[in-house]
């Protein structure tokens, strides 16, 4: 199929691409889906060489459906659209968080909740204003500075204080985090795809087998991991290889998403400077601004489930067994709830993104990431007068995150006697 929708550029596509980590780094992946929720908005995709087909959803209404029906879709075998699981049994099913349908998954998410609850949160604003702070000053005193990374080390350190991890871990945690997702990107892999998943899935259970083994079940630290380590679930405490499982996805699922939607920022206030100013005189639009930034981020492209029975979805039928890919980035483009979807709009009202997902799996780290991104977005307008895109921006090669794995800007400061 050509696709060519204005907009866009044409873009050759048949289906498979959209397992092909390059194609999401290269491709203007919004031509993709604006063709597919027109024409196959539930749509068999055969990726040959033995693999099993899967289904791609992309419309809004689709999506919601296929994320918060349980008893349609399950969880249990597995959520993230990785190749190299795409065949196999899920490992972690019924013991992790992520894996897991109601009413197991309760078992695991009442008490996590507490951990990352509102309170928790509020004392640790103080912490990350200082981070947001400290990962923009940088950048005023260089005249380019590259600012991805630091994003990402922005985000360890809350989520690493917050798990109670050791600092000293924090930067290998976010180059393995890295190489779990953009397994085939070259600035990451470290061999094969298989390899490099192996290595660093290998490496962060260590790292929090070490941690789980530090602490004891009577041990007061309300952190995470002192969390994970006294969880009770019917069949008795917490195991190892259980803690193990849910510390890591905690990890994965705050290191991965939060630093793109923050270099999404950086380039919308490049671009839309005007409406920025509008940001900055009027704290109302705080909060919208940050929403349309998640809308416009997605920062998780897609998402797995499996049908549980047969299910008619737009007018196909996916049979019992078959994984069935929803995929997030498009549904919050989707014109059929989104006026006007390609304009970046500060005062957009409603905005029902599905950035953070829907139904019982909806993010856990949604209130620490939403207060995060506030507290960024302040301590940006407060900091920085004007921000330029200064170099070629590299963006991460995965399907499942669209990060950026380098971006260079030149901000300039407000001047003092503004502020
Ligand atoms: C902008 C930032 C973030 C975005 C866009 C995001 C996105 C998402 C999405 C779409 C889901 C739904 C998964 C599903 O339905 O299978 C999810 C779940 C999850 N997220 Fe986030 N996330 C963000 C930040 C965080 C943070 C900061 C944490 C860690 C505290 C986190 C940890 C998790 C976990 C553990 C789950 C699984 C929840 C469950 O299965 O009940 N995320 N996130």
Redesign the pocket.
């Known amino acids: 199929m050509i696709i060519s929708k204005p907009p866009f550029c044409p873009v050759q596509f048949q289906g498979p691409e959209l397992l092909d980590s390059g194609f999401h780094a290269s491709a203007d992946m919004h031509a993709v889906w604006a063709r597919m929720r027109d024409e196959t908005p539930v749509h068999r995709v055969d990726p040959g060489g033995g693999r099993e087909p899967f289904w791609v959803v992309t419309r809004h209404a689709d999506v919601s459906r296929v994320?918060r029906n349980h008893g349609e879709f399950t969880?249990r075998r597995g959520?993230i659209l990785c190749v190299i699981d795409l065949d196999t049994a899920d490992v972690a099913t019924d013991d992790m968080?992520?894996d897991?349908d109601p009413p197991r998954?309760r078992e695991?998410?009442e008490p996590?909740n507490k951990a990352?609850g509102p309170p928790v949160v509020t004392e640790h604003e103080e912490l990350i204003r200082g981070l947001a702070r400290a990962t923009l000053r940088p950048a005023l005193e260089a005249d380019v500075y590259d600012i991805a990374t630091p994003t990402m080390m922005f985000?360890m350190a809350?989520?690493g204080t917050?798990m109670g991890l050791p600092a000293e871990s924090w930067e290998r945690m976010v180059e393995l985090t890295m190489m779990t997702i953009a397994y085939d990107d070259p600035s990451y892999s470290t061999g094969s795809a298989q390899a490099t998943v192996r290595q660093a899935r290998h490496e962060l259970f260590e790292y929090f087998r070490e941690e789980f083994q530090r602490r004891t079940r009577d041990d007061s630290k309300p952190d995470v991991m002192g969390v994970l380590r006294a969880m009770d679930l019917t069949e008795g405490p917490l195991s190892e290889r259980q803690a193990l499982l849910?510390g890591f996805?905690?990890?994965?699922?705050?290191n991965v998403?939060?630093p793109?939607?923050l270099c999404t920022l950086f380039t919308l206030m490049a671009e839309h400077p005007e409406q920025f100013r509008a940001v900055r005189e009027n704290p109302d639009l705080h909060q919208s601004c940050l929403e349309e930034v998640?809308r416009w981020?997605?920062?998780?492209t897609a998402?797995m489930?499996y049908a549980v029975h047969d299910v008619e979805l737009g007018g196909q039928t996916i049979r019992a067994g078959e994984p069935v890919s929803a995929w997030?980035g498009s549904a919050n483009r989707d014109e059929r709830v989104f006026p006007d979807p390609y304009t970046f709009d500060v005062t957009r009202r409603p905005n029902q993104h599905?950035?953070?997902?829907?139904?019982?799996?909806?993010?856990?780290?949604?209130g620490?990431?939403r207060r995060?991104?506030r507290i960024f977005l302040e301590e940006l307008l407060d900091m920085v007068d004007t921000i330029e895109i200064a170099g070629e921006i590299g963006h991460v090669a995965s399907h499942f995150v669209p990060g950026f794995k380098s971006m260079p800007v030149r901000m300039t400061p407000r001047k003092v006697a503004a502020r």
Request: proline share 4%; net charge positive; with cysteine.
């Open positions: 994320l969880s959520t968080l992520a897991t998954h695991f998410r996590l990352f985000q809350v989520t917050l849910n996805v905690l990890l994965i699922g705050a998403t939060t793109h939607a998640l981020a997605s920062p998780v998402l489930r997030l599905v950035a953070f997902g829907v139904g019982p799996h909806y993010c856990i780290g949604a620490l990431a995060g991104l």
